[in-house]
């Protein structure tokens, strides 16, 4: 879509990718390619915070959400420039150190957006040494889903403890993420029959 599109969804226009995503989930619907009981979303990183955004804001489109790794203390993070990356972020989201970013940031950070309301069902991973996203802010985020949330729905909080940013080394490592993902979105979906697995 272009150097526009891309230069429409950072800094103070920033919330245009979460009403993006939630107009393509939308337009799924309305077009009757999928129901908000079959939808599911999936994002790592940043990507993970479009997930705690979009669920923050309308959460009634989704089944099931997977957050990896998700950025989601937006605030905490863009603050300490002694995290590796952060500096280097300023120039796409923008310095919280100056007051018009600073509250914007807060509008949308996921953290600082969970409501009291009905939430899908979520996954959230994170990683015991990622340089990147530290575990904290998924788990500070499930702990105030946990708090908050007013359905009985699944929220699962996964921290792979021999793991960074990225997946557990090794092939077969990676595969079974990949499996307890899908076993995730599966059960959400109600493809699989009750087992006695503690978390299902």
Request: aromatic content about 12%; some cysteine; charged content about 25%.
């Amino acid at each position: 879509m272009g150097r526009k599109w891309y230069e429409d969804g950072k800094l103070l226009k920033k919330k245009n990718t979460f009403t993006d995503f939630i107009a393509c989930a939308e337009h799924l619907i309305k077009n009757k390619y999928c129901s908000s009981e079959k939808l599911c979303i999936h994002g790592r990183n940043a990507g993970g915070l479009l997930m705690g955004a979009v669920l923050n804001m309308r959460p009634d489109l989704f089944k099931a959400a997977v957050a990896g790794v998700p950025f989601v203390d937006v605030l905490t993070t863009m603050l300490d420039p002694t995290i590796p990356l952060t500096t280097a972020e300023w120039e796409e989201w923008g310095d919280p150190r100056k007051e018009e970013y600073y509250y914007y940031m807060k509008s949308y950070s996921p953290l600082d957006n969970v409501k009291t309301q009905q939430y899908p069902h979520i996954l959230v991973t994170a990683g015991l040494n990622d340089p990147r996203v530290m575990y904290s802010e998924p788990a500070k985020f499930v702990a105030k889903l946990r708090e908050l949330k007013t359905d009985n729905n699944l929220l699962l909080f996964k921290c792979e403890l021999r793991a960074g940013h990225f997946s557990k080394s090794g092939r077969f490592e990676r595969l079974r993420e990949d499996a307890f993902t899908y076993s995730f979105i599966l059960k959400a979906l109600g493809m699989i029959p009750a087992t006695n697995v503690s978390w299902l």
